[in-house]
């Protein structure tokens, strides 16, 4: 029987493709989708996330969570996602309306409903879910598994600017941070610190998995709606921005929660960088404890299990 699932999204490319991924495994029953600021502002993501809904045919209802990280400006990021989050994706209007309750409440009313059985996928900042775990600390003890797309553990980050505090890299383009944990460290802190069943899937691992431009050129004429929408939010990143690959971070999160064997793990407790000068950058202290960081990904797998879902 398929399990419940509940995702929390800042709507963006490759959680427009994380969406579509859940929606279409049928290990999972998509029952709440819930949306944070992070790549584009609040009111982008929930909206976004209706229009791929809405595009793929899922009736998953939508709450809108946190404007703002609990203790930072928030910091988007137009200039990978588009200043509309989805690539200037041109179709479809999104044909209802989000819920009325909070994300934070949406998640803890969730949980409650599902406990013990329910997944939890967090592809954004991690705000909804550190004020859901401060207004109901019981929650951490609701969830069957959480899988976090968040950190970068062994190699660089993807947002800090240029400093000498790069980990282990002589390339001086790379950074401290992983966006998401840049963007409301405080709440990635308040997380990690939670007895939650997590799973970190960082940088580390989500850099080893994206649509090749190869990848997309093959979908060039396809009519169904959820390869449709891949090849559309990847449109701008290929001919406009020129990238040779738009990396699946947000998707390879939905794929571990449904085949934890994907990627090879390491326990212990993790440590997010609340100051300004590391401001985000992840830590593992190893040892004993159920948190788990992904080391190593079977890419090839993945890709198999996300172009077949997929009909990439
Ligand atoms: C993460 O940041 C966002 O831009 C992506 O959607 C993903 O969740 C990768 O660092
Ligand atoms: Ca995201």
């Not at 990627?263 to 440590?271: A, D, M, P």
Request: aromatic fraction near 6%.
């Amino acid at each position: 029987m398929a399990r419940p699932l509940i995702m929390d999204v800042d709507t963006g490319i490759d959680d427009a493709m994380a969406l579509a991924l859940a929606a279409s495994l049928s290990d999972y029953d998509l029952v709440a989708v819930t949306t944070v600021a992070g790549n584009v502002p609040v009111e982008r993501t929930a909206e976004n996330t209706l229009r791929v809904l809405s595009w793929i045919g899922s009736d998953a209802p939508v709450y809108r969570g946190m404007s703002q990280p609990l203790a930072r400006t928030l910091h988007t990021a137009p200039n990978v996602h588009g200043n509309d989050g989805l690539g200037a994706w041109q179709e479809p209007l999104a044909r209802r309306d989000v819920e009325e309750v909070s994300a934070p409440e949406a998640i803890i009313q969730t949980a409650r409903r599902h406990q013990r059985e329910i997944d939890g996928v967090f592809v954004g900042p991690l705000t909804n879910l550190a004020v859901a775990l401060t207004l109901e600390p019981r929650l951490a003890g609701w969830f069957r598994t959480v899988t976090i797309m968040g950190g970068a553990f062994y190699s660089p980050g993807n947002v800090t600017p240029v400093g000498e505090f790069n980990k282990n890299s002589s390339d001086v383009t790379s950074s401290v941070a992983e966006f998401n944990m840049y963007v409301d460290p405080e709440a990635a802190a308040v997380v990690a610190r939670a007895a939650l069943p997590a799973t970190w899937i960082g940088l580390d691992v989500t850099h080893q998995v994206s649509v090749t431009h190869d990848v997309w050129r093959c979908i060039e004429n396809v009519t169904a709606p959820e390869p449709a929408l891949i090849r559309e939010v990847c449109r701008q990143t290929f001919e406009t921005r020129r990238m040779d690959k738009v990396h699946l971070h947000d998707p390879l999160a939905v794929a571990v929660a449904a085949y934890p064997d994907l990627v090879t793990v390491r326990h212990g407790q993790v440590r997010i960088d609340v100051g300004n000068v590391i401001r985000g950058e992840t830590r593992l202290i190893e040892g004993d404890g159920r948190t788990k960081v992904a080391e190593s990904v079977d890419s090839g797998r993945f890709m198999d299990i996300f172009r077949t879902a997929l009909g990439v």
